[in-house]
């Protein structure tokens, strides 16, 4: 088992807060090499600091940044603990640090899905992305949580 993974997961979920937090760590059942090893946290709904984890890809797209401003703003006004991540930084890392953080719901928004009017919304319970109008994000995201 790689220790140190294990520990920057579980780190990443106990810094957000100072209440005990429980998440679900999958483990390999043999020693794998790191490639290998899971990096997904996943943490309940009840125990997650925030519900909802709004990234912004490709932070110098105006039209980007602006609708995920909105989104953020339009759900933390109906009352959700909303994360947004508006850092310059690359989708990977990105990604890479919402996997960590394990939030229940995640909201992606990127160009190619702007141009489409649509978000990736993926729910760690399922784990499968999906794409939702953004018309309907609001709502859609209200019945998942």
Known sequence: MNRRKF???????G????QPV???VVLPKYDLPPEYLPQVVSIPEGSAPYEIHVIALNTQDAEVLQKSEELYNELVAIGH?????????TAGVKFNDADLL????RVVMSPR?????????????ENQPELIPLDELKSRISLLI
Do not use: M, W, Y
């Open 22 to 24: 429980s998440a679900h």
């Open 102 to 105: 394990g939030l229940p719901i």
């Open 113 to 125: 899905n702007l141009k489409q009017d649509v978000a990736e919304v993926t729910c760690r319970r």
């Open 81 to 89: 603990e909303v994360l947004f991540d508006d850092r310059s930084e």
């Open 7 to 13: 520990l920057l997961a579980a780190g990443a979920a």
């Open 15 to 18: 810094a957000l807060t100072s």
